[in-house]
């Protein structure tokens, strides 16, 4: 079993920065962490993702030049910072982890993951 908390969540107005943090507990080892988000009303979507071994990470359209996610080995973590913020990045954003190493694909849907966290909320004001 694997725990995730997600931390970090909170409100800021557009242009500013939050820092989201994953943290792991109980199995730790896992191959892949990502980002997803869901806004009201909508579906789950994938933000960002990042591969433990390499550190490949992968990026939604959206969010390109504006989120990274990078990864703390010691510390079991993952972190999405995110600047330049916009109202429609307003969310419940999820971390979630995959065990085993899949190759090929951008680690993008949601069925490629085996756990996740409860998820925190950001909320953008104009």
């Known amino acids: 079993q694997v725990q995730l908390v997600e931390s970090g969540g909170g409100l800021v107005q557009a242009g500013g920065s939050l820092r989201l943090a994953c943290a792991a507990s109980g199995r730790t080892f896992s191959s892949s962490t990502g980002w997803f988000r869901q806004a009201p009303g909508k579906e789950r979507e994938f933000v960002a993702a990042?591969?433990?071994?390499?550190?490949?990470?992968y990026y939604a359209d959206s969010v390109k030049g504006r989120f990274t996610i990078s990864r703390d080995n010691a510390e079991n973590t993952v972190y999405l910072q995110m600047n330049s913020l916009k109202p429609e990045d307003t969310a419940v954003y999820y971390c979630a982890a995959r065990l085993s190493p899949l190759y090929g694909v951008r680690l993008s849907s949601l069925d490629e993951y085996d756990y996740w966290g409860q998820g925190t909320q950001v909320t953008v004001s104009s």
């Open positions: 990042i591969r433990w071994s390499g550190g490949f990470t």
